[in-house]
């Protein structure tokens, strides 16, 4: 998933290819992952899988990762657009259309209703 990311700077000439930095929840806490970004030269903000009885140990967390915007985002987007969220669409030209076209039905549907 890391090979296809292309981050736009602005500027002309070839695109990065290589994060500085990622975010994610515990489920991607492996060391395998973890070795493979440190290789890349990324630099993994992983919480690490703890039971409840464990302290939590290294360093502390200082990127929050956005979950709650993340859930609400999807919540927002079943109440109408469930296609959007299913992933029906195949080709990233269609669902990158598709989900501009329901931010923007949502925000004129804001601008309308107040």
Do not use: S
Not at 5 to 34: E, S, W
Not at 72 to 87: E, G, N
Request: hydrophobic share 40%; with cysteine; aromatic share 8%.
């Amino acid at each position: 998933m890391l090979e296809a990311v292309r981050l736009r700077t602005g500027t002309r000439g070839r695109p990065r290819n290589r994060l500085k930095g990622i975010a994610t929840d515990p489920g991607y806490d492996a060391t395998a992952l973890r070795q493979k970004l440190r290789q890349r030269g990324i630099r993994a903000q992983i919480p690490k899988r703890v039971w409840k009885t464990k302290k939590h140990r290294g360093r502390p967390i200082t990127k929050v990762v956005p979950r709650f915007q993340a859930e609400r985002t999807f919540a927002w987007l079943q109440k109408k657009y469930r296609r959007l969220v299913v992933r029906w669409e195949h080709m990233a030209a269609c669902f990158d259309a598709f989900l501009a076209m329901a931010t923007i039905h949502m925000w004129i549907q804001r601008l309308i209703v107040g």
